[in-house]
């Protein structure tokens, strides 16, 4: 896996571990992998981390938190208060160390069992500097949130614009509502000119959201039209996304359809 560092703004910076964008402002971690992509951003963080932000409940965003919350164990934990019950389910965590062992053994890296027995504390804007907003940005999950940095203008938006392909093809990823998603995005245009997506070191102006609520609307039709769950998938399991393991994708193409058929 490949490790990339760029300094974005005066404050931000942008470690990309593979697929996976960690963003590090003071000694705030926005977004935690996987756990094998977690270890490379440790070996490679020149300070120490005291608040770390999960984006959403995704194994590729929430797996890593459990090895970079035992390096930094005195380090607070927030996300939506959705997650705190999730990951108390042994269901949940089995499912995201499967996906995340399978993920990681792509990339020929063998992966301890992990668990989230920590706590983790409902996110919200008064845990922060007055610059720092969080955002609720539902629509690809339903526990999705973004950090705004009014002061240098980005907002660090995960997995809200969908999945940009290092190709530079957006993949509409509205898992949980296709309406909050197109929400979601008009929302994150109207408050900034800088998103900083989830993964391979996508960082774009605003003007990417129109490209992200087209290929949604786009895609919604065709399935309409008929394009099905099976069309989906040999449409989106290619790239970077043929670096998941097949039965994430598969889930992925049938949440496309179901939520273009509600
Ligand atoms: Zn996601």
Same mark, same amino acid.
């Given at each position: 896996?490949?490790?990339?560092?760029?300094?974005?703004?005066?404050?931000?910076?942008?470690?990309?571990?593979?697929?996976? /964008?960690?963003?590090?402002?003071?000694?705030?971690?926005?977004?935690?992998?996987? @756990?094998?992509? =977690?270890? +490379?951003?440790?070996?490679?963080?020149?300070?120490?981390?005291?608040?770390?932000?999960?984006?959403?409940?995704? *194994?590729?965003?929430?797996? #890593?938190?459990?090895?970079?919350?035992?390096?930094?164990?005195? &380090?607070?934990? *927030? %996300?939506?208060?959705?997650? =705190?019950?999730?990951?108390?389910?042994? +269901?949940?965590?089995? @499912?995201? /160390?499967?996906?995340?062992?399978?993920?990681?053994?792509?990339?020929?890296? !063998?992966?301890?069992? *992990? !668990?989230?027995?920590?706590?983790?504390? !409902?996110?919200?804007?008064?845990?922060?500097?007055?610059?720092?907003?969080?955002?609720? @940005?539902?629509?690809?999950?339903?526990? %999705?949130?973004?950090?705004? /940095?009014?002061?240098?203008? *980005?907002?660090?938006?995960?997995? &809200?614009?969908?999945?940009?392909?290092?190709?530079?093809? /957006?993949?509409?990823?509205?898992?949980?509502?296709?309406?909050?998603?197109?929400?979601?995005?008009? $929302?994150?245009?109207?408050? @900034?000119?800088?998103?900083?997506? #989830?993964?391979?070191? %996508?960082?774009?102006?605003?003007?990417?959201?129109?490209? =992200?609520?087209?290929?949604?609307?786009?895609? +919604?039709?065709?399935?309409? #039209?008929?394009?099905?769950?099976?069309?989906?998938?040999?449409?989106?399991? $290619?790239?970077?996304?043929?670096?998941?393991?097949?039965?994430?994708?598969? %889930?992925?193409?049938?949440?496309?359809?179901?939520?273009?058929?509600?």
């Amino acid at each position: 896996m490949d490790l990339e560092v760029r300094q974005v703004t005066n404050s931000l910076k942008l470690v990309r571990v593979g697929l996976i /964008n960690y963003y590090l402002f003071d000694s705030l971690l926005f977004d935690c992998g996987t @756990t094998c992509t =977690a270890l +490379k951003l440790i070996e490679s963080l020149d300070r120490s981390i005291q608040s770390i932000v999960v984006s959403h409940a995704h *194994f590729d965003h929430i797996a #890593g938190l459990a090895v970079i919350k035992s390096k930094f164990p005195d &380090a607070r934990v *927030f %996300a939506h208060e959705r997650i =705190a019950g999730l990951v108390k389910k042994d +269901k949940v965590i089995e @499912t995201w /160390n499967e996906e995340n062992r399978e993920f990681c053994n792509k990339f020929g890296e !063998n992966v301890d069992p *992990f !668990n989230l027995d920590f706590e983790i504390e !409902n996110v919200s804007t008064e845990n922060f500097p007055e610059h720092l907003k969080i955002i609720e @940005t539902p629509g690809h999950s339903p526990d %999705a949130i973004s950090l705004l /940095n009014e002061k240098e203008g *980005f907002m660090l938006v995960a997995d &809200a614009l969908g999945y940009p392909l290092s190709s530079g093809k /957006n993949i509409p990823m509205y898992f949980h509502s296709f309406s909050k998603y197109i929400e979601s995005i008009e $929302k994150i245009k109207s408050l @900034t000119d800088k998103v900083c997506l #989830g993964h391979n070191g %996508a960082i774009f102006n605003s003007e990417y959201c129109d490209v =992200a609520i087209e290929e949604a609307f786009k895609l +919604k039709d065709e399935i309409q #039209g008929g394009l099905t769950e099976e069309d989906v998938f040999k449409r989106i399991y $290619k790239e970077e996304m043929s670096l998941y393991p097949l039965s994430t994708i598969k %889930a992925v193409a049938r949440l496309l359809v179901k939520r273009s058929l509600e």
